[in-house]
């Protein structure tokens, strides 16, 4: 997957319906987009992951390369130390802040 590395990106913190499995893994099947019109993306393919990367929109996570519509896209699993409990969330790199 290639990226412009002159382009900023930024974080759109996205709803994700998962399947958790028995094993522990964790299969990312839909991206859920909550501004404007609300739509559900279905993920047509994971081609890789989940590997630990540094995203070009900040910080780290799980990454997952995924295709949606035909397109590939980076979905980011991020853990968000709490002093209290883990708290996780979805982020997909975008062009738009």
């Given at each position: 997957?290639?990226?412009?590395?002159?382009?900023?990106?930024?974080?759109?913190?996205?709803?994700?319906?998962?399947?958790?499995?028995?094993?522990g893994?964790?299969?990312?099947?839909?991206?859920?987009?909550?501004?404007?019109?609300?739509?559900?993306?279905?993920?047509?393919?994971?081609?890789?992951?989940?590997?630990?990367?540094?995203?070009?929109?900040?910080?780290?996570?799980?990454?997952?390369?995924?295709?949606?519509?035909?397109?590939?896209?980076?979905l980011?699993?991020?853990?968000?130390?709490?002093?209290?409990?883990?708290?996780?969330?979805?982020?997909?790199?975008?062009?738009?802040?």
């Open positions: 997957m290639r990226y412009n590395r002159t382009m900023e990106l930024f974080r759109k913190y996205v709803d994700v319906d998962v399947l958790f499995r028995t094993d893994s964790v299969i990312p099947l839909a991206v859920c987009w909550k501004e404007g019109r609300p739509a559900s993306y279905p993920i047509d393919k994971i081609l890789k992951g989940p590997s630990r990367m540094a995203s070009q929109a900040g910080g780290c996570g799980e990454c997952y390369e995924v295709m949606i519509h035909g397109q590939p896209r980076r980011y699993l991020e853990k968000v130390p709490s002093p209290y409990e883990q708290k996780t969330r979805w982020f997909i790199e975008s062009r738009k802040p």
